[in-house]
């Protein structure tokens, strides 16, 4: 049986908020601090929902090496390193001391700030400070789009077999079905560019504003 897709509507959404398990006290802290001292910027913060898929995949997959690339205040890169296998690591990137230095005092808080590196500046520099070898289980990507494609093409080769690749906004507020924008062609070209990858096989999920699942091939 097929069924039409569903419009999510701001009362179907709270109606599947309602139903997921909810933040933790430390979870619902880190997201009221950032809307409350951030509110230009907030948006820059993944969707709670996105956050929780992080932590449960993460979890499921026993992920020992993970790689972030854009971290901001930390939701996304918290909930990864709670769903770290013991002995696991997270790699995080950014540019902003300033954002980070929010996510740096809630890993301490959480206990995770050992599992996670955070490695400031242009993260396509950074990116190739890693081993060239493919190790890593886990990459996500939720950074500057003009840069997806330069992130995609360092970050493929080194995650193994059957790790999973995710990059956030791939929906891009809906503007992909009618782009209009140099920014709305940034994210068709680059979602055009990952379809066609041979690499990888993958998935566009409704989450938030759209993230994209691709598994690397044998």
């Known amino acids: 049986m097929s069924f039409e897709p569903l419009p999510l509507t701001p009362e179907l959404h709270a109606y599947l908020l309602d139903h997921s398990t909810p ?5 619902a802290s880190l997201i009221a601090e950032t809307r409350a001292a951030l509110p230009g910027r907030a948006s820059m913060q993944v969707a709670f929902e996105q956050a929780a898929f992080l932590r449960l995949l993460t979890s499921v997959m026993g992920v020992r090496n993970a790689v972030e690339v854009g971290t ?3 939701l996304s890169s918290l909930s990864i390193a709670r769903g770290l296998a013991d002995g696991g690591h997270l790699t ?5 001391e300033e954002f980070t230095d929010v996510a740096r005092r809630y890993w301490k808080l959480a206990g995770v700030d050992d599992r996670i590196e955070l490695r400031i500046g242009p993260a ?8 060239d070898e493919p190790r890593l289980d886990l990459v996500f990507i939720d950074a500057d789009k003009p840069g997806y494609p330069t992130y ?8 193994r077999e059957g790790g999973l690749i ?3 906004n791939v929906l891009w507020s809906g503007r992909v079905v009618d782009p209009q924008t140099d920014s709305d062609r940034v994210i068709t070209a680059f979602n055009d560019q990952v379809l066609q990858d041979p690499r990888t096989e993958l998935v566009i999920l409704p989450i938030a504003d759209g993230l994209t699942m691709a598994r690397k091939k044998g």
Do not use: M
Request: net charge negative.
């Open 23 to 27: 933040p933790d006290e430390l979870t």
């Open 72 to 74: 901001f205040t930390g």
């Open 92 to 96: 995080c990137f950014d540019i902003s």
């Open 124 to 131: 396509a520099e950074r990116i190739r400070e890693l081993p």
């Open 152 to 159: 995609w093409n360092e970050l493929v080769p080194r995650v």
């Open 166 to 168: 995710l990059v956030d």
